[in-house]
């Protein structure tokens, strides 16, 4: 994120480079870059002339190269965006000629999603060279937490712990997927609010009483009842709750505690990096670490293995989503 503010900072004071290389497998910064340039370094006057937008699937690499060396009209740059370059994966080296000597008066810019070019490449030394090499990586399940509460406390907006935790429960760390629902909540929110669980479940549609979130946390307090009754709603609505990603994420919570169990140094800090979670619930791991020895863990995560192995439709003998919850929390418990 840091390296995005001195790009955009950068463009602002006037610092523009001829060639922005967009690249990596996270595209959320790829588009906020790209649509920045597109929105700012021309005027509106100067758009009509001067700004072309391709897509690399309809073009060729020579294309691009005689479209950027186009001198502007009437004014001082033009903007070539290349959508969707990674589609020119197997010709980019053809770049190399024009960016070790390119147009000055042409800002090209590519889009390059979900790969990256051999930064060992000549192309590539030349691009960083003479302009500017971006790689957007994917963020870890447990920096979305902080990144969510960057992003909201940039347009004067605070989350709770646990409606933060949802947001990732549910929608992983896809950061566009993300952000569209957290611009929602802005849109029904005043700023200056603080987002929870309650505005996720009214306005977003995660149950803030019934998700895997929940499951675990019951799980972990052994609180059977409440785990059982999250067990027969997930049955009753088996399109927002597969399996698959049910016993995902359970087996994901064994495991750390197999992880927590294992390590001589349990001051929080070093658990909560460990374990790659958000210190605010280690008190949950703690009581879930008691009342599940080391040698039980290793025995859920083994019969975990096996009802995700059955969830996918091997051996199950046709096994519906119910039982095999059912099967899953009886290993647990008992």
Not at 39 to 65: A, C, H, P, W
Not at 91 to 109: Q, R, W
């Amino acid at each position: 994120m840091d390296e995005v503010i001195k790009i955009v900072n950068d463009i602002k004071a006037g610092n523009i480079k001829p060639i922005y290389f967009l690249m990596g497998e996270e595209p959320y910064y790829i588009d906020k870059l790209s649509d920045y340039i597109e929105e700012n370094v021309l005027s509106e006057d100067e758009k009509g002339f001067n700004q072309t937008v391709m897509y690399g699937r309809d073009v060729s690499v020579e294309d691009i190269v005689s479209t950027a060396k186009r001198y502007p009209m009437m004014a001082e740059r033009q903007v070539v965006i290349v959508k969707e370059a990674q589609d020119l994966t197997k010709t980019i080296d053809k770049l190399e000629a024009y960016v070790e000597n390119p147009m000055l008066s042409t800002v090209l810019v590519f889009c390059y999603k979900y790969k990256t070019l051999d930064k060992r490449k000549k192309v590539t030394k030349a691009i960083a060279k003479n302009g500017v090499v971006y790689e957007s990586k994917k963020l870890y399940e447990n920096q979305v937490g902080d990144w969510i509460k960057r992003v909201l406390s940039g347009k004067k907006y605070a989350i709770e712990p646990k409606a933060s935790a949802m947001l990732v429960e549910f929608l992983g760390t896809d950061l566009s997927k993300i952000n569209n629902e957290l611009e929602k909540l802005q849109i029904i929110l005043p700023k200056g609010s603080t987002i929870s669980p309650k505005d996720i479940e009214e306005n977003i549609g995660f149950s803030k009483d019934f998700n895997v979130f929940e499951l675990r946390k019951a799980i972990g307090e052994r609180n059977q009842l409440k785990a059982y009754t999250i067990a027969e709603n997930f049955a009753s609505n088996p399109k927002e709750n597969p399996m698959v990603v049910t016993t995902s994420l359970v087996f994901g919570f064994f495991v750390q505690l197999l992880k927590y169990h294992g390590l001589k140094d349990k001051n929080p800090k070093n658990v909560a990096a460990v374990l790659g979670v958000n210190p605010f619930f280690l008190k949950e791991y703690d009581l879930a670490l008691k009342n599940y020895p080391m040698r039980k863990v290793s025995q859920i995560v083994a019969a975990l293995r096996e009802i995700d192995v059955k969830s996918k439709g091997v051996g199950a003998n046709a096994l519906s989503n119910a039982d095999l919850l059912k099967e899953m929390l009886y290993h647990i418990f008992n």
